[in-house]
């Protein structure tokens, strides 16, 4: 399997006013296979939600080095594209699952997953068949036309997921996606995304608090003192 991305030395401080600024990654590395599966797990604070915002370009580093497919495209302490090229790189490449949701909550299972596409080629159709195929392949057939309201934690995180593989993306960061749901919901999420990493040929890199779940990915990294190491998990 080739590598699809690889950020090298990665640093990222906050400084707050009047006080020692915060070291949150020192010199962080990471990089993943395409279709890998690997979860970070780490303390709150450790500075996991700041590393995927950078790996998907939605904040900037200090210093290292980002390269995707290849390329640079973060180096020098900046990214060498435009903010609009940016945008579009991310909007293409990459797919993202939050904690909650963010389902909108007056449009359908099947409009939340078409929308973005909708928006972008303004076909209709097309959008709608692609949505329908990845929500019926997620199990959710039945909940096409419900409203999220409707729908039951899992199911509202099952649509987060066919919303952020829409693009075809060749990498998903999921931030907690399991967070707000019970064990059961919890390791069906997990199996679905690691089937998904594999069937799509997409990377998943995925923030867990939960050991079980990081025993079901190809990897395991822990933050920890703003580096990331293999995890050491008990089996
Ligand atoms: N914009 C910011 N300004 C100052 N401190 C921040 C900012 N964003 C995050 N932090 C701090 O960085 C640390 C790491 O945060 P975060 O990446 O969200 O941790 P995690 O996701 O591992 O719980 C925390 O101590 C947090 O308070
Ligand atoms: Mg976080």
Not at 21 to 42: N, S, V, Y
Not at 69 to 76: L, M, R
Not at 121 to 132: D, I, S
């Amino acid at each position: 399997m080739s590598t699809l991305f690889e950020a090298r030395g990665i640093t990222k401080s906050y400084a707050l006013p009047g006080r020692e600024p915060l070291h949150i990654l020192r010199e962080t590395d990471i990089e993943a296979r395409e279709g890998e599966m690997i979860t970070i797990i780490g303390a709150s604070g450790s500075g996991k939600t700041t590393l995927l915002n950078m790996l998907g370009t939605l904040d900037s580093p200090d210093g290292g080095t980002i390269r995707f497919e290849g390329e640079e495209i973060f180096g020098g302490g900046r990214y060498h594209m435009t903010k609009k090229e940016l945008a579009r790189f991310r909007n293409r490449r990459i797919g993202f699952v939050f904690q909650f949701h963010h389902l909108l909550s007056d449009f359908t299972a099947l409009e939340n997953v078409a929308m973005a596409e909708f928006i972008a080629t303004n076909r209709l159709q097309p959008a709608k068949e692609r949505a329908g195929e990845l929500l019926e392949g997620l199990g959710l057939s039945e909940r096409l036309n419900h409203l999220p309201s409707e729908l039951s934690g899992g199911e509202q995180q099952r649509v987060a997921i066919a919303r952020a593989l829409m693009n075809r993306p060749k990498l998903v960061l999921a931030d907690e996606p399991s967070g707000n749901l019970d064990s059961e919901n919890s390791l069906r999420l997990y199996e679905l995304m690691a089937g998904l990493s594999k069937e799509h040929r997409t990377s998943f890199i995925i923030v867990t608090h939960n050991e079980t779940y990081a025993g079901m990915s190809d990897r395991c990294l822990r933050m920890q003192g703003g580096r990331l190491n293999p995890c050491l998990l008990q089996d």
